[in-house]
């Protein structure tokens, strides 16, 4: 009777840990950054054409609208930006190193039970393999619900630091910074670096709701920590969005870490863009807000 009984329990954990290891699931996010920041700098600029800025309207949306697939088991996911065709001619020189940088590109990978995340990364011509911890987020578990496709979701809020190497993070200057440092530039200065008029936090705070009817620690980019699936999250400037979810496909999908490019932690890899802006900076200078300091239209 006892050998039975352990048979029974051995079986019962085989079962389980299959299923677990079997589970996966698909969800679909819709990302869109707001614009408004970056259109008030050259509407009404008189360098720019009403072409160009259309030009430049165009492409910013292709920047800062965009669709990701997660795919996610029980310990981890891939994250990845959906494929498109796009037309000859788009998303050329600058656009592309700029749309690179705005969440876009490379496969996103996240271990919840090592908690390390792995992303290639594309930029200036370079591939780098960005290794590192997952941020740790101390989620503050508030009392709001709603239902997002379906699902009841919870609402939690955290504070995290920000990526220098991700643009969606900059922030209009206040007007009286903008003012007191044109104060102190001639009028030369003042058009020769579009980045002038913005700011990069240290920090920003961060609302996502999660169903606890998707039992994963997973979610889109590098948000992860909650007892539930993150179906949105809200940066003030971006919103993610889930839009779709499939759970326990017969079509499997392969969810391991990319493993191209040199090798670099997240801080390294942070500077070497802040280095490589700056000497975009000095390359540019004279070139007027219209050059938009890395070449826009190029």
Known sequence: MRNLLYTSLFLLACITSNAQKDFQGMAVYESKTSTSDFKSRFEGNKEISPEMQKMIEERM????EKTFILNFDKSASIYKEEEKLDA????????????????????YYKNV???SYTVDKEFMGKEFL??????????????????I??????????????????FRNFRPKKE???????????DKEKKTNFMDDFDMP????????????????????SYWGLPGLILEVNDGKTVILCSKIVLNSKDKVEIKAPNNGKVISQKD???????KMDELKEMNQGQGRGGMQIRMGN
């Open 149 to 166: 496709g379906g699902y009841n979701c919870f609402k939690a809020t955290a504070v995290r630091p920000v990526s220098k190497s991700d």
């Open 61 to 64: 949306k292709k920047m800062f």
């Open 113 to 115: 039970k090592d908690k």
């Open 176 to 186: 009286e910074q903008t003012k007191e440092g044109e104060a102190n530039k001639d």
């Open 269 to 275: 890899y942070d500077e070497t863009v802040v280095k």
């Open 130 to 147: 960005v290794k590192d911890s997952l941020p740790k987020l101390n989620w503050k578990m508030e009392s709001e619900t709603r239902m």
């Open 202 to 221: 240290k920090e920003i705070t961060i609302t996502a709701w999660y169903t606890p009817e998707i039992p994963v620690n997973q979610g889109p980019e």
């Open 88 to 107: 000859p001619g788009g998303q050329q020189g600058g656009f592309r190193m700029m749309s690179s940088m705005m969440g876009g590109g490379g496969t």
